[in-house]
């Protein structure tokens, strides 16, 4: 998947988590990604993190943190 | 086989009972000496039916109301002047009616010696004979002659004959009507019983037929004057032939075949409504499908697809014989079977070697039985070794499993369909019943004209808005895109002009969360007047429609893909998840949240675990507890990691770490969005298996094609809108060879799995085995109770017409915040207009089925409907070609100028693959499930000459890819 398309979808998440009542968006974008996402899109995710993260909203960022602490 | 045998009990009574079944308090009455009780407001001659005497009638049916005009139908009555018709008579408490006399019968004969004086007496050669109740009512009325001759040289006084003897006109006989592809309207036997007319009204609602003229010049009329049948208002339903009793309106395939000699009762293989038919059969020839009047829900209505759209199955173009190629741009070659699957086979568990386990994957059928997607699941689970499934509810209701699984706890529609009798206000959303879920239109437009109130929410003027007999009391036309926003403000005025049902929230939700959803929505940003600017719907009249749902009694919601097709699909599902639990319309008959479901098994096709994250029943592969179920019943480890979904497959594709699908039954390349992607993940791929009938656009880019069978060929069970089970019924052996789950068990065992099904009913004992909400189903139980709504188990063994009554599956309700956020497809300079696109009566999804019959008469081709407005400032006329044309792609197609569309909309449908609608539309989709953004791609429209260089190439690709090899000697 180009990683635009991957940006794009992992914000997607992370805009609706963000207007959830609560504190724990990212754990929130965490588990659905998990859920939801193949584990190559989220081996993919990660390396865009590890890259730098370009163009990924912060609660993405750090619902990758919570994903690797989870795994 | 047990599956030809039909239980004699009172669902397989099919006697004709005369007039509808009332409900009130029992009143007993005395019927030719017997003693009868039946509910207040039955009639005479219903009471007559359930004692077991049958009323002689020829205008009277049990699905029209009572007309009271043939005169047959008279008895006695003690104490009662003269001799009342027995329809039109509602029953008294200690009545005593005579049903025969002396007197009765002789009137009854002068009655019928009336009527056949005016028909022709050409019963042997008449398509009815034997299937005629004008002939059965001759014979029990005992008439043997008939006295009324034209008078010697004058004029004939009759309208069956076209000359008299003396050669001259006959002016009052009328030529048959031979317009309609699939029946006749022959004037010349019509005995002006107005049972078509009245079908049309109160069956169908469409007001298509009328009698014209008066007395003698009585004369049943399409349309107006001038109009044939085909070019008047009607649908070709099938409900003015079914009422016919006699042969003036007669199934043209009976005329050419002969009446049938047994029959089959099975499902419609079309829409989501999952309407039950007789078919009715000679030998293993089909003669006609009819409305099965116990199918419980279609309750004896059909639309033109289900009663007539079944030519597809002999289709020229259906493929018999299995075929391969090593490459694409091959011509295919036909092999026998062992061959194709060992091919298929070899390549699979080569790719696997070489690219690994999850290289491969499947696609299950939302056609096909929940049998064999059961199967189609458990290939790839079970032998591939992978969750790589999915199915195409991922392209339309994906997000309602997400949405009502959030709020409720499950992922499906909580009524029957029968509830619709019990609503007061509706609110169809996204939906165009009338054209997608026809049977249930019919239904939800008798509820309206009985009273009860519309609401649509559309951009588009739906035939629901207004046509005969019923209109909207609110059509609100949002811009499209706009769902969450009008959702978020009709809760809002609920909210604070304090309309909600509060007892029902504090007792059946989370009182917190409702908390925290009354203060978001109670924000004046979402506001009706807020929001109008952006949503294009006046407030004023949102605040009334909202006002109307919450406090109008019984309200039900019904929604369709205009839901779900967007970028916040799954949102909007919860926005409506939250205006039913707001205003406590869950739990009860006549209330509910309703997804209307495109295609015959899409229900079905989800619970049986298509989705890539879940297995059967709705579990995450994530649970242990559930693997551990499946690890149990099939041996094997699965793999608890989600899998790829439609579009993650196509793109893992491209990426090259996805090579290898196999497709039952759906044409991915025609229906999916962004054509050129899809073609690009398809031609990266190096083993593509489609499973189907025809060679489908996708399998253009296929490898091996498996031909599949038709629903009349197998047994099996589909599953329709309302979660009913409904049992599919081999009527015909497969003309491929093989059933559909027998092919899929081929190609396991072709790869080593050791499968040993004999009968689907043995694959629907693993289901009930495996799923809780199946555990109570089997073959026996479908077969005694006709149908059953999961969940059917030991809390519910006779199955759930409603769920939800006292508590919601996942405990509480939960209501979520639903904050609109604009999709990112946006209207520009370059793209100023908005395209929608849905579908037409008279063809379903790609097309590949009702092309393919003789529905093509009435939409040969796809139109651009756009509003006078937009075309005149771009120079379009009427018929014109245009180029329609996306940031994604253009296409080109025929205008039609309608303000059906608002200003800055327009809007096709998608049943022709030389369109290419999916070429426009955009990879966008909904942010939990991927479904994509049909429903909202901006777009340009301007004047052409004809079809793109793309649409072109791509015909010419088509018939390349499909060259078949001639078999060798």
Sequence with gaps: MSPEKMVYMANQIATFFKTQPGEDVAARVAAHIHDFWEPRMRDQLCAHVDAGGAGLDPAVIAAVAELRAGA | MKDFIIPWNERSDERDMGTPAKEGKPVTLTIDGFEITVPEGTSVMRAAAEAGIQVPKLCASDNLEAFGSCRLCAVEIEGRRGLPASCTTPVAP?????????????????????????????????????????????????????????????????????????????????????????????????????????????????????????????????????????????????????????????????????????????????????????????????????????????????CVKGRFAYGYATHKDRILNPMIRETIDEPWREVSWDEALSFAATKLRGLQEVHGRRSIGVITSSRCTNEETFLVQKLTRAVFGNNNTDTCARVCHSPTGYGLGQAFGTSAGTQDFDSVEKTDVVVVIGANPTDGHPVFGSRLKKRLREGAKLIVIDPRRIDLVKSAHIQAAHHLALKPGTNVAVLTALSHVIVTEGLMDEAFIRERCDWDEFQDYAEFVSDPRHSPEATEALTGVPAAELRAAARLFATGGNGAIYYGLGVTEHSQGSTSVMGIANLAMLTGNLGRPGVGVNPLRGQNNVQGSCDMGSFPHELPGYRHVKLPEVREIFEQAWGVEIDPEPGLRINNMLDAAVDGSFKGLYIQGEDILQSDPDTKHVAAGLAAMECVIVHDLFLNETANYAHVFLPGSTFLEKDGTFTNAERRINRVRKVMAPRNGYADWEVTQLLANAMGAGWNYTHPAQIMEEIAATTPSFAGVDYALLEEKGSVQWPCNEAHPEGTPVMHVDGFVRGKGRFIVTEYVATDEKTGPRFPLLLTTGRILSQYNVGAQTRRTENVVWHERDLLEIHPHDAEQRGIKDGDWVRLASRTGETTLIAKLTDRVSPGVVYTTFHHPDTQANVITTDFSDWATNCPEYKVTAVQVGPSNGPTDWQEEYAARTERARRILPAAE
């Excluded at chain 2, 010049?217 to 009607?234: E, K, Q, T």
Aim: aromatic share 6%; hydrophobic share 30%.
């Design chain 2, 94 to 302: 200690g009545m005593v009616v005579q049903t025969q006399n002396e007197k009765l019968r002789k009137l009854r004969r002068g009655v019928m010696e009336l009527y056949i004086s005016d028909h022709p007496l050409d019963c042997l050669t008449c398509a009815a004979n034997g299937d005629c109740e004008l002939q059965d009512m001759a014979g029990a009325v005992g008439l043997r002659d008939v006295r009324y001759k034209a008078p010697e040289g004058a004029g004939l006084a009759n309208h069956f004959e076209a000359r008299d003897t003396s050669g001259q006109v006959n002016p009052e006989w009328l030529p048959k009507d031979d317009s309609n592809p699939y029946f006749s309207y022959d004037p010349s036997k019509c005995i002006v019983c107005n049972r078509c007319v009245r079908a049309c009204e109160e069956v169908q609602g469409t007001f298509a037929l009328t009698i014209e003229g008066r007395g003698f010049d009585s004369r049943v009329s399409a349309g107006g004057a001038g109009d044939d049948f085909l070019a008047s208002d009607c649908v070709s339903c099938g409900a003015c032939v079914q009422a016919c009793p006699t042969a003036t309106l007669q199934e043209k395939s009976v005329i050419e075949l002969g009446t049938p000699e047994r029959s089959v009762i099975t499902t419609c293989a079309y829409c989501g409504v999952g309407c039950s038919f007789k078919a009715e059969m000679q030998g293993d020839q089909l003669v006609r499908m009819v409305p099965y009047k116990h199918g419980k829900a279609n309750r004896g209505h059909s």
